[in-house]
Every structure is written in structure tokens, then in C-alpha cells.
């Protein structure tokens, strides 16, 4: 099983820089109570609360230095970004061409190949963005995900991370009756042994075989209990100081520190059930503020890449002005092209290959819809960058698509101020005109009366 695919879009949620900011500042601090819970749970066997097995321990430790790296690289682009990233200015049009080709072979042979293409409508509309420029423009699609900035990485480890806690979470779950029974057992076991070591017995008194061997033992009594070597001499001191007794401790340390072990064996489970609900929490929130991201499993030869449409003041401004100039024949044309793709899509076979597609008149007036956007595009971006660039005011030379991060933040800048500019210009027209209105019907009173 192979699949890669490529695609430009804004994913599901269409968020504003406010709630993008707002997005992040929740997505560190679920990941930082994320961190304390985990660390947590690896400080729990040397408090005595539960006994943690050396996989999970492995597991954890892992999760939390992914974890910190992700949130260290965060805090870098916050406070130093990349100034020289690039970034492609381009339109869309009212419709989007794609291009897909299933082949299904059976015992190495061919059974059945179909290539379609499809326009879709954009439900955006006529749409002007960013995309950022990769190095390479020949990668595959399988390739795609390694041109992805470190960042575009986070969301596919954030799902990762709470795939792999949540398996580690039932596991503990489930074996939870056995895991008790199996630190009741040890507890009992240690227990008990570390008694029978550390207590001591005394020597067995001498038994009397009659009244004739009376004196003959109790002589022998005296003179054992006259030796040094007696153990009884020194009875009591060995009771009072337990240090001095004659016992293996060390042979036995382990099993009575196991048996102190596993005095709350519930919290475990608890707290793996807590970081995986502030995991969670952390997908959804990286998903909301994700812009360009994707994946790549080897292994199963599975990829997925995302190129962000990027939306800026700028690009909000452009789009106003195209509107206001040709909004109505663009939007005519749009809807002759979608019913010129519904007459005309049509299906054909070329050497056992079927090929759904629209006929030539209707794929070349798309062309020359995404072609004439460009144009309109061009001017609009022109007259723009030689307002804010002084240095591309030379006649006869069009001004580049491609532009640094830090040009977008200027024109930025720009627009923000020509979009207020035109506010307050806007509002001074409808002051004027509703004074005009005010002063007419006055006279029409007056002449009236």
C-alpha cells in the first residue's frame, strides 16, 4: 500500500491572527503541565508511591525530550524569525484543476487505468495568498514532507505522542488487576523473608533424661554457660542493638525496599490518563495554528504534505482592489466556466487508458481565467511595491512574486495604513452625504410651511 499526496489549502479551521496567538499561548500550556505530569510519574518510585516498569520509564523519557525540543524551537522563532524566508505571491481562480490516475493490476497484469481530472470550485472564491518557495521544484510528492520547515513537523509528533500514551494507558489499564496482585505478592513475599532473616534464635536448652543424670547435666549446664563462646552471655545486648546481630542484610535490602513499593498502585494509571487528555488538548491546538505541515512514514511508504495559503494585510488589499475594479466579470465568468465544465466533461479511451476530462475549449478558458488573474495580480502588485520600494520605481520593469519575509512585513505595513486611510475616508462621505440629505429636507419643510 503506497499513498502521498500534495496539496494547497487552509485545512478545516480558517483562524485569525488573534486567535492564532491565542491557539499558541494554549497549546504551550497544555504541553507544560504535560511535562510536570510526566516528570511526575518518573519521580514516583523514588518517593515509594508505585513501582514503574523500565519500558515505560523509556517511553516517557522520550516523550519529554520530543517535547522540549519542539518547545525550545518555538520559543527561537518567537523571539529570532527568519527574516529571509521566501514566499510566492499568486492568485486563484474560481475553480481549481485536479489531477488524479488510479491503476489497479492483478498478478503483475494491468486489469484497469483511469486518469481524471476534476475542477473543482473553490469555495473561497477568487482568492489572492502567499505560499512559501521551497528549494526544490522537482521533489515527488513521497519528498514532499522533508521540504517542510522543522515546524511543519509538530503536529504529526503532537499525534504521535498521543497515540503512543494512550496504548501505553489502556495497557496499564488492563493489566491493572494482575500488575496489583503481582506488587501484593511481592510485598508479601519480601515481607516475610526479611523477618525470618533479621530474627534470631537461641541455642536449645539440654534435654533431662532422668533423676540419676540430674547433677551430671546441670554440671554440664554450668559449663557451657561459662564459656565466652556462649551466645547467651550476651543476649540482651544483641536484643537492645539490633546492628550486632549476625544476619546478611544486604542479601536481603532489595526485597524489603520492594516491599515498601507500590503503596498507591492506582496513580499510575491516573496520571498516564491526565497526559493523555493535556495531550490531546495539545493535537487539537496544533492543528488550529498548523500552516504548512505534513508527514512521512517510510515504512508504509504513506506521505502527506501541506502548503499554507498565507493571507496578510497585504493580500487582503490587493484582493479589495481587484474586486472593486472587475469583481462582476470575474464572477460572470466563473459561473460560465462551471457550466461549460458540466456540458462538456466527457470520457474517453486512449490505449486502454480512460481519461475523464472536459474538452479543449473549456480547459484552455480556464487557462485564460487563471491567466488574466495574473495579469490583474501584477498590476495591482506593481503599483504597490514601487509606493512602498523606492528602488523598483524604473519604468518598463515589473516587480518579482517572490519576495522575503521582511518585504511582507513592509508592505504589510503599507496596507494596514491604506485600508485606514480609506476607512476614515469612507466615513467622511457618509457624514457628507447624510448632512446633504439633512439640509434638503429642511428646505422641503420650509417650503412646505
Not at 550486632?244 to 520492594?258: G, I, M
Not at 475523464?356 to 488574466?372: F, N, S
Not at 511582507?408 to 476614515?424: C, D, Y
Request: charged share 20%.
Amino acid at each position: 500500500m503506497a499513498y502521498a499526496k500534495t496539496s494547497i489549502g487552509r485545512g478545516c479551521c480558517k483562524v485569525s491572527k488573534k486567535q492564532k496567538k491565542i491557539s499558541k499561548l494554549a497549546s504551550f500550556c497544555f504541553v507544560l503541565t504535560e511535562i510536570l505530569v510526566l516528570a511526575a510519574i518518573l519521580i514516583l518510585p523514588a518517593t515509594d508511591v508505585v513501582e514503574i516498569e523500565k519500558w515505560l520509564q523509556m517511553i516517557i523519557i522520550i516523550i519529554l525530550s520530543i517535547h522540549v525540543l519542539m518547545q525550545l524551537w518555538e520559543l527561537k522563532v518567537f523571539v529570532k524569525p527568519d527574516s529571509g524566508e521566501k514566499f510566492s505571491l499568486t492568485v486563484q481562480g474560481s475553480h481549481e484543476r485536479n489531477k488524479s490516475r488510479h491503476r489497479r493490476t492483478m498478478y503483475g497484469v494491468t486489469v484497469s487505468d483511469e486518469v481524471r481530472v476534476d475542477y473543482d470550485r473553490n469555495c473561497e472564491g477568487i482568492l489572492v495568498y502567499f505560499r512559501k518557495v521551497t528549494s526544490s521544484s522537482n521533489t515527488g510528492p513521497y519528498c514532499q514532507p522533508f521540504l517542510l520547515p522543522f515546524r511543519g513537523w509538530f503536529t504529526f509528533f503532537h499525534v504521535l505522542i498521543a497515540l503512543t500514551l494512550m496504548i501505553c494507558t489502556i495497557s496499564i489499564y488492563i493489566n491493572y488487576d494482575d500488575y496489583k496482585r503481582l506488587q501484593d505478592y511481592k510485598q508479601e513475599l519480601a515481607a516475610k523473608s526479611y523477618s525470618e532473616a533479621t530474627q534470631t534464635v537461641p541455642p536449645e536448652k539440654p534435654e533431662l533424661d532422668g533423676e540419676d543424670n540430674l547433677y551430671a547435666v546441670y554440671g554440664e549446664l554450668l559449663d557451657a554457660f561459662s564459656n565466652d563462646d556462649n551466645p547467651w552471655n550476651n543476649f540482651g545486648e544483641d536484643i537492645s542493638d539490633a546492628s550486632s546481630l549476625d544476619v546478611d542484610r544486604e542479601a536481603f535490602e532489595p526485597l524489603s525496599e520492594l516491599g515498601t513499593h507500590c503503596t498507591h498502585p492506582l496513580v499510575l494509571p491516573i496520571l498516564l490518563f491526565v497526559s493523555l487528555i493535556l495531550q490531546t488538548t495539545a493535537v487539537v491546538s496544533s492543528y488550529y495554528q498548523a500552516e504548512d505541515c505534513g508527514f512521512c512514514i517510510p515504512l508504509f511508504c504513506i506521505g502527506y504534505t501541506r502548503w499554507f495559503k498565507h493571507t496578510t494585510a497585504y493580500t487582503d488589499m490587493i484582493q479589495q482592489n481587484i474586486q472593486a475594479k472587475h469583481g462582476q466579470r470575474l464572477q460572470q465568468e466563473g459561473e460560465q466556466l462551471e457550466l461549460a465544465i458540466r456540458r462538456n466533461t466527457q470520457k474517453t479511451q486512449v490505449n486502454d487508458v480512460t481519461y475523464h476530462d472536459v474538452g479543449p475549449q473549456t480547459a484552455k478558458r480556464y487557462e485564460d481565467q487563471i491567466v488574466l488573474l495574473h495579469i490583474l495580480l501584477a498590476q495591482e502588485h506593481d503599483q504597490a511595491c514601487k509606493e512602498v520600494f523606492p528602488e523598483h520605481s524604473i519604468q518598463n520593469k515589473g516587480v518579482s512574486f517572490i519576495l522575503t519575509a521582511e518585504e511582507i512585513e513592509a508592505l504589510n505595513i503599507h496596507a494596514e495604513q491604506a485600508m485606514e486611510t480609506a476607512a476614515v475616508k469612507t466615513d467622511d462621505t457618509v457624514t457628507a452625504i447624510d448632512t446633504t440629505e439633512l439640509v434638503a429636507n429642511s428646505t422641503l419643510s420650509t417650503v412646505t410651511v
